[in-house]
């Protein structure tokens, strides 16, 4: 066993009589084994000389204070990630809900988004093909069949905008010879008169 | 040692609603907290920022004491994670750089120790200490400083009592190159 490796087992006590019996008296002919002892329990000496430092007190009379104001502290901020989910909660909620009214509110005015727009619907010749025009501008609470019934896109919006229904229709008081058919009351209408009235409902409606 | 018999009576005088009982438990230990926090990080700031730590961990954790240890070995045993698991997380930290040289700088200029000569050869001592490993570092310190014997350290750290000696004795070793190195260097 090396001489440094003897001297620690023999200063922790971890040698047996034998063993301790045998290393003292290699120790009492061997100089240099002697010289390292010294070294080490001078080493031993000043650590044991560092074990109880005289330090400033004031730091250990705070100690107390400092802990109970970092514990306040803690228990302060241990409520607020309650708070802080709640309100984050809550406002996540808001703005789904308005974001899924304000969708439910642009669908309603679908066709008409600007005055663009505007200006091609009405522009439309009656001879189009409403099925097409209903698949490009979104007419999806009528079905093609309805929409291909309707003499020309601008009946059906007119139809669609004063929400008339078959029932409703039935409902209508006649205004000519007993009549409630739509083409009939707008038959007196040229297209010119059609288009101002329809321009009118439109700038009514969207401006 | 701490008195055993005096402990229980606090610990019970805590858990029935006395705060003034976990302050006369922090009078009792707090040295042997600090000091050992202190020789395990090797400066001041840090040894402050563990004892608080283990004193909140102690008043969180004081009321579920279950009696099946003494307090002292427990408080050593949550003193000793607590500043390994510091020098974890700081080695982490420098090694993504999140701490400056400066902080570093200030963290040893601070002190509570006032006597020039003491603080250098403090300042010495833990110099050595820090370049040992961590787990030969807390054996050393908890049988040089901490006067602990082997059966209690190993209650502390959980660790055999075979090995724990074993890590002793390879602390002292690397300690006595560091010095012959130091020497040599004057």
Request: charged share 30%; net charge negative.
């Given at each position: 066993?090396?001489m440094?490796?003897?001297?620690?087992?023999?200063?922790?006590?971890?040698?047996?009589?034998?063993?301790?019996?045998?290393?003292?008296?290699?120790?009492d002919?061997?100089?240099?084994?002697?010289?390292?002892?010294?070294?080490?329990?001078?080493?031993?000496?000043?650590?044991?000389?560092?074990?109880?430092?005289?330090?400033?007190?004031?730091?250990?009379?705070?100690?107390?204070?400092?802990?109970?104001?970092?514990?306040?502290?803690?228990?302060?901020?241990?409520?607020?990630?309650?708070?802080?989910?709640s309100?984050?909660?809550?406002?996540?909620?808001?703005?789904?809900?308005?974001?899924?009214?304000?969708?439910?509110?642009?669908?309603?005015?679908?066709?008409?988004?600007?005055?663009?727009?505007t200006?091609?619907?009405?522009n439309?010749?009656?001879?189009?093909?409403?099925?097409?025009?209903?698949?490009?501008?979104?007419?999806?609470?009528?079905?093609?069949?309805?929409?291909?019934n309707s003499?020309?896109?601008?009946?059906?919006?007119?139809?669609?905008?004063?929400?008339l229904?078959?029932?409703?229709?039935?409902?209508?008081s006649?205004?000519?010879?007993?009549?409630?058919?739509?083409?009939?009351?707008?038959?007196?209408?040229?297209?010119?008169?059609?288009?101002?009235?329809?321009?009118?409902?439109?700038?009514?409606?969207?401006? | 040692?701490?008195?055993p018999?005096?402990?229980f009576?606090?610990i019970?005088?805590?858990?029935?609603?006395?705060?003034?009982?976990?302050?006369?438990?922090?009078l009792?230990?707090?040295?042997?907290?600090?000091?050992?926090?202190?020789?395990?990080?090797?400066?001041h700031?840090?040894?402050?920022?563990?004892?608080q730590e283990?004193?909140?961990?102690?008043?969180?954790?004081?009321?579920?004491?279950?009696?099946?240890?003494?307090?002292?070995?427990?408080i050593?045993?949550?003193?000793?994670?607590r500043?390994?698991?510091?020098?974890?997380?700081?080695n982490?930290?420098?090694?993504f750089?999140?701490?400056?040289q400066?902080?570093?700088g200030?963290?040893?200029?601070?002190?509570?120790?006032?006597?020039i000569?003491?603080?250098?050869?403090?300042?010495?001592?833990?110099?050595?200490?820090?370049?040992?490993?961590?787990?030969?570092?807390?054996?050393?310190i908890?049988r040089?400083?901490d006067?602990?014997?082997?059966?209690?350290?190993?209650?502390?750290?959980?660790?055999?009592?075979?090995?724990?000696?074993?890590n002793?004795?390879?602390?002292m070793?690397?300690i006595?190159?560091?010095?012959?190195?130091?020497?040599?260097?004057?």
């Open positions: 066993m090396k440094n490796n003897k001297i620690i087992l023999y200063l922790d006590g971890q040698m047996n009589g034998e063993e301790k019996a045998a290393f003292e008296k290699e120790l002919g061997s100089q240099a084994l002697s010289n390292e002892l010294k070294r080490l329990k001078e080493f031993n000496t000043g650590i044991s000389e560092l074990k109880n430092i005289p330090a400033q007190e004031d730091y250990f009379v705070q100690m107390i204070p400092k802990f109970r104001s970092k514990h306040e502290q803690k228990r302060k901020f241990s409520l607020f990630p309650g708070i802080a989910y309100v984050t909660t809550a406002t996540a909620v808001i703005i789904v809900m308005l974001f899924v009214m304000n969708k439910n509110v642009k669908n309603e005015s679908q066709p008409f988004q600007n005055n663009e727009e200006q091609q619907v009405v439309i010749e009656p001879t189009l093909d409403a099925g097409s025009l209903s698949d490009q501008f979104g007419f999806i609470d009528m079905s093609r069949e309805e929409i291909a003499d020309s896109l601008l009946n059906y919006m007119l139809v669609r905008e004063l929400d229904t078959p029932q409703s229709l039935s409902d209508i006649p205004v000519d010879n007993n009549t409630t058919d739509i083409q009939t009351i707008l038959q007196g209408v040229n297209d010119k008169e059609a288009d101002a009235i329809y321009n009118e409902i439109l700038h009514k409606k969207i401006l | 040692m701490a008195d018999s005096s402990d009576d606090l019970n005088s805590f858990i029935g609603g006395d705060e003034s009982a976990f302050n006369k438990i922090v009792k230990y707090q040295q042997k907290i600090y000091w050992h926090a202190r020789r395990m990080t090797g400066n700031l840090d040894a402050d920022e563990v004892a283990v004193l909140m961990v102690l008043y969180e954790k004081l009321k579920n004491f279950q009696f099946k240890s003494s307090l002292y070995t427990w050593f045993r949550i003193t000793a994670t500043s390994i698991n510091f020098l974890r997380k700081k982490l930290k420098q090694f750089s999140f701490e400056d400066e902080a570093k200030l963290s040893t200029k601070e002190d509570i120790v006032r006597n000569e003491t603080k250098e050869r403090l300042a010495k001592l833990e110099k050595v200490l820090q370049k040992i490993p961590v787990k030969q570092r807390e054996v050393f908890m040089n400083f006067e602990l014997g082997y059966e209690e350290i190993s209650e502390i750290t959980g660790k055999s009592i075979g090995g724990l000696k074993a002793y004795f390879h602390a070793k690397k006595m190159e560091l010095m012959k190195e130091n020497e040599n260097e004057q």
